[in-house]
């Protein structure tokens, strides 16, 4: 337990620090000088700005946040100007600290109740999925599958056939070609793995994928230390689709309250009407439903 300890407090020194490094004294209202040896604020003009001490915010950034108040927190999120997906994860942080609140280890994987297969199979005109929060696909509609099928047929899916964004992005080279805007969906997918393991920071399987990803891929390892977080990702998302072309497409993902126990979201992607990716994504539905049909 004593490294864990340990690893949890260098989540949190390096989290702090790196929001820190990010907000120009411009930024926070601060007179400014010339001579600045570290980028960002300075630990004691955080203190300043969180109404607390600068021995009292050193030893927080240090990684000693057991005890610290909700509310002394919120100050330093409001000094820090971290966002809502930050401050989420400031404060989880702050919880799995606390050792009478810690939560077990996930024991199994929560399986999805067939309702919602239905749901998915109902959608015709949209990709649609469920993800767990290690990123793990976890059911699918068929045009979800054929969509992403170079994900699924990629060596990176386990032994069952499951997917997973994170081994594919990092572990496949055929990513990058899948996936038009490589470098900024990774980015994303590690910041969502950073959000779920600060929800999560006893789950071993997510320990063990993040410890692969880090030891396999240096691209991984980099974008990992940049402490990014998000909780939920939506916008728009470019495909290179080996059967039907350039696709463009807009995605939005939903909470999805399958389990108390687990993070699922349910996520969509869909075409604008009237273009040429709804005509190759309709393509990709007929070609998707066919064996269907056939079986």
Excluded: C
Excluded at 25 to 39: C, D, I, K, N
Excluded at 40 to 51: D, F, I, Q, S, W
Excluded at 119 to 125: H, M, P, Q
């Amino acid at each position: 337990m004593a490294d864990h300890s340990s690893d949890h407090r260098t989540e949190i020194r390096d989290f702090l620090a790196s929001r820190r490094a990010k907000i120009t004294p411009e930024r926070a209202g601060l007179p400014t000088s010339a001579r600045r040896r570290v980028p960002g604020l300075r630990r004691e003009e955080v203190a300043v700005l969180a109404g607390v001490s600068t021995e009292w915010y050193t030893r927080l950034e240090k990684g000693h946040i057991s005890g610290v108040s909700e509310d002394v927190l919120a100050a330093v999120a409001q000094a820090l100007q971290l966002d809502d997906d930050e401050r989420t994860y400031l404060f989880d942080l702050a919880r799995a600290a606390r050792p009478a609140r810690r939560t077990p280890s996930r024991r199994r994987d929560v399986e999805v109740p067939p309702r919602i297969q239905w749901l998915l199979d109902s959608v015709a005109l949209s990709a649609a999925f469920v993800r767990n929060g290690r990123l793990d696909v976890v059911a699918t509609n068929p045009l979800a599958r054929a969509l992403h099928a170079p994900m699924f047929a990629s060596p990176t899916a386990d032994s069952r056939g499951r997917a997973n964004f994170a081994r594919y992005h990092f572990l496949d080279p055929g990513s990058q070609d899948f996936f038009v805007d490589w470098a900024s969906g990774a980015a994303m997918t590690v910041a969502l793995l950073r959000a779920e393991a600060g929800r999560e920071p006893h789950d071993r399987a997510l320990r063990e994928l993040i410890g692969e990803l880090s030891t396999a891929s240096a691209d991984f390892r980099t974008m990992w230390a940049a402490h990014d977080v998000r909780i939920r990702h939506e916008g728009t998302k470019r495909l290179q689709h080996p059967e039907v072309g350039l696709l463009d497409l807009t995605f939005h993902s939903l909470d999805l309250p399958v389990s108390p126990r687990a993070v699922h979201d349910l996520s969509l992607y869909t075409a604008e009407p009237g273009t040429t990716s709804e005509d190759r994504l309709k393509l990709l539905a007929s070609l998707a439903a066919t064996p269907a049909r056939s079986t």
